[in-house]
């Protein structure tokens, strides 16, 4: 399947070097095409994984979810907090401090998100909050 292609230089122009490079491991390299595959698939959580490949994964997702619109992508947003829960997990933290630390980390990630996207199509966070609303997220 051909992924969309996006102005990525222009999406990370006002962001911070972390964000830029969580937005930049969505696309495949020297290119403006989203990857077919999340940039870390299949994460071994028994040897740990960075926050930076857990947040990765998750704009992958997100961007391919919102970008992309067939089967298996528009699926995504189901599963788009695992490995942020994962990276989590590992340090044993409590049930409600786990739970209190992946909704900071998705709100997060949602805010980069629609930073990036705001450039490149006007109105685009607040149609994004809309299609989450919609579509339960």
Known sequence: MKMPKLPVQQMVQSL???DATIIFCAFKPDSDELKAEQPFPRLDVSKGISIIEARANYVWRMLCFEWVHCVPYDEVPVEADWDI??????RA??????????????RQMDTLIDKACRPILPGAS????RNRQLRGC
């Open 16 to 18: 911070s070097d972390t």
């Open 93 to 106: 933290l409590g049930p409600g401090f786990l739970r209190n630390l992946v909704f900071d980390e998705v």
């Open 126 to 129: 607040e149609q994004t909050r």
């Open 85 to 90: 829960i994962a990276y989590w997990q590992r």
